[in-house]
């Protein structure tokens, strides 16, 4: 995507070529160059660094994330310089009107804010949320505690005045993580626009992430009913050496306080692991044992210290450690799309092949083996390939039936750019589909295991298109496009009041026929190469 507007036409005729030249667009089908090359970096700090006290020169930094000011940076800007190339920024300017930033806060020295605990106090004091102990390891992350809100409020405020000695508060630190702010009443913040194409939440808000309900009863930090969180810690809570789920994108904004943050590009993730590629390093600040880590010393690293109104963008496979400089509260998502859906799929693929492997002496007396694999791999990844494969198939059917409409001449405003969303979405699909014909799990045999549920989920089309989840999932991505071409230009005008059965926001008919269309193209999508096909179809036509 470029940095500028592409010229609109009206014409249908004159928008076909167009659309051609966008179905031949490059996809990345490998991993991202090297962030030196691709991600600029600023050598000297444009903030005071606390890294040689905070990690007591135990890391190399090279450099800092770059900062941009986000009132004045395009979508399509946004996407050039930092999705498509997966790099880190920070960006201003963004969070003025969040109501958070007000009721979640008091006055600080300054022009600082702090955490107003009392408010949460009185507003929250009953959901159950997710603590991490700093100070107790529990294999690869923190160990998690569950309270009230009022009980971590109180043990907070208990520190600040203290209630705990010096030696003893070090060791009771507690940082409420993964904290599922739901209250729809409630507008806390809204999302910025660079972060609204986000087909994880998108579909969690409509579709369960499992059909199995073996699988989707056991709910933990990668099994969510959305990956939406608030983070709340005091000054020195501080999160551990990770990548984020899915190997996702998020985005972190500063309600008030500052963290340091650590990134490690995925060029050099192999450095902070052992030998055999098997545990990862767990704290920065630790000894890091060189015959562990052998080459942990020659890791290369880029520092950020994030100020309050700011938002981080943490782009795919970059491990990162952040540390609280402040007592701070911060709101986050994960998130993928088209951009980094690869990163998801080669992921899975990854955690299966080790699932696979770690039961691979039982596979000779075991009646579903491929099954079983699939349940580790939903348990420990947060999602299998059937999971995966039922979410591509919505999200390509969703992003068929907008291009479709933009090819419709009702469409009186063309932008190339709009064209562009749902065709890179479509072929980046189809880059994911193409890697899982071959995979064991879509043979004929394996999928005579899966539950009924599973496979109608994914292989008829016209249930699908018919089902009330679809049918708000469909509302969502199309509502979100609009949005994002509303900020970039006011190229298409959604026609909501029309009493319409196509719920695309860019469709002016009234007797809208796209479910013929698509199930003429294809009628069930069994494997994957069935949606390879349909998707070929879809770009092809017209």
Not at 86 to 103: F, I, K, M, Q, Y
Not at 153 to 164: K, N, T
Request: charged residues 25%; aromatic residues 12%.
């Amino acid at each position: 995507m470029g940095n500028h507007a592409r010229a609109e036409t009206t014409a249908r005729s004159a928008c076909r070529p167009q659309l051609r030249r966008l179905r031949d667009c490059a996809l990345p089908t490998t991993p991202p160059p090297e962030p030196e090359r691709s991600c600029r970096r600023s050598k000297r700090a444009s903030l005071p660094s606390p890294s040689v006290d905070q990690m007591d020169g135990r890391v190399k930094v090279v450099g800092q994330v770059e900062r941009v000011d986000g009132a004045s940076l395009t979508y399509a800007e946004f996407v050039d310089r930092f999705m498509a190339p997966n790099c880190p920024v920070v960006l201003t300017g963004l969070t003025a009107s969040w109501r958070a930033c007000e009721d979640w806060t008091l006055p600080g020295p300054g022009d600082r804010r702090r955490p107003d605990l009392s408010f949460f106090a009185r507003n929250f004091p009953s959901p159950l949320v997710q603590v991490a102990d700093c100070s107790s390891r529990e294999f690869t992350d923190q160990k998690r505690l569950e309270m009230s809100m009022q009980e971590f409020i109180d043990h907070w405020v208990g520190d600040a005045h203290g209630g705990s000695s010096a030696g003893d508060r070090e060791s009771s630190l507690l940082y409420l993580k993964d904290w599922h702010f739901e209250y729809p009443d409630y507008v806390a913040y809204t999302t910025p626009t660079f972060f609204i194409d986000d087909w994880l939440n998108m579909y969690l808000d409509s579709h369960p992430i499992h059909r199995d309900s073996d699988i989707a009863k056991h709910k933990n930090e990668t099994n969510c009913s959305d990956y939406r969180f608030v983070y709340m810690g005091e000054k020195g809570t501080w999160t551990p050496l990770h990548a984020d789920v899915f190997r996702s994108y998020s985005w972190s904004a500063n309600v008030c306080g500052r963290k340091q943050w650590l990134f490690l590009p995925p060029s050099q993730s192999h450095r902070v692991f052992d030998r055999y590629m098997r545990s990862s390093v767990y704290n920065l600040n630790d000894d890091v044992s060189e015959k562990l880590f052998p080459e942990f010393n020659k890791a290369e690293w880029l520092e950020c210290i994030q100020e309050q109104n700011e938002i981080i963008f943490v782009p795919s496979g970059w491990y990162h450690q952040v540390h609280n400089l402040e007592d701070t509260i911060s709101i986050n998502h994960n998130w993928f799309n088209a951009y980094n859906l690869h990163w998801v799929w080669n992921l899975l693929y990854e955690d299966y092949k080790v699932a696979k492997e770690y039961i691979e002496d039982i596979r000779d007396i075991c009646d579903d083996f491929e099954g079983l694999c699939q349940r580790n791999l939903a348990a420990n990844t947060g999602m299998n390939f059937y999971d995966f494969f039922v979410f591509i198939v919505r999200f390509a059917l969703a992003n068929v039936i907008e291009l479709y409409h933009l090819q419709q001449p009702e469409v009186a405003t063309f932008s190339t750019e709009t064209a562009h969303h749902f065709v890179y979405n479509l072929k980046s699909i189809r880059n994911v589909a193409s890697k899982m014909i071959t995979t064991e799990a879509f043979t004929t045999e394996n999928l005579r295991s899966i539950s009924e549920d599973n496979r109608s989920a994914f292989s008829n089309v016209k249930q699908i298109l018919e089902e009330e989840s679809f049918r708000r999932l469909l509302v969502t991505l199309s509502k979100a496009y609009e949005h994002i071409d509303r900020g970039q230009r006011n190229c298409l005008k959604s026609c909501t009041s029309y009493q319409k059965s196509c719920l695309s926001m860019i469709c002016l008919k009234s007797d809208c026929n796209v479910v013929d269309h698509i199930t003429s193209l294809i009628g069930e999508v069994c494997v994957p190469a069935d949606l390879v096909t349909l998707i070929d179809s879809a770009l092809s036509d017209g």
